[in-house]
């Protein structure tokens, strides 16, 4: 079964940084794609950012230019570095990857960010 156990996140004033990790295991994370998404309440939840095996990479486009999405196989881990954080990037940040046809979900992290 696979497991997404993020770490990171917070409150941050309007221009900050803050760094989103989540580790997986369960999975042969070296030859999945992983994606970080994001929810606000009463809003479905949407895309941010996926990195795939090779290491490409694309982002919506809201934060093109200040998230960046990475990922360290060997610690089966993937980041998301968020900077020039703005009031409009505040949400509840999921991890995601889909494996052997099936979608799972890291616990969700809030991410603050305060005018």
């Known amino acids: 079964q696979v497991r997404l156990v993020q770490s990171g996140g917070g409150s941050v004033q309007a221009g900050g940084s803050l760094r989103l990790s989540c580790s997986a295991s369960?999975?042969?994370?070296?030859?999945?794609?992983m994606a970080w998404y994001r929810q606000t309440p009463g809003s479905q939840r949407g895309f941010v950012a996926r990195i795939t095996s090779d290491g490409s990479t694309n982002y919506t486009d809201s934060v093109k230019g200040r998230f960046t999405i990475s990922r360290n196989n060997p610690r089966a881990t993937v980041h998301l570095q968020m900077n020039s954080l703005e009031p409009d990037d505040t949400a509840v940040y999921y991890c995601?990857?889909?494996?052997?046809?099936?979608?799972?979900w890291g616990q969700g992290t809030q991410v603050t960010v305060l005018s």
């Open positions: 995601n990857t889909i494996w052997r046809q099936r979608n799972f």
């Open positions: 369960g999975m042969n994370f070296a030859i999945g794609t």
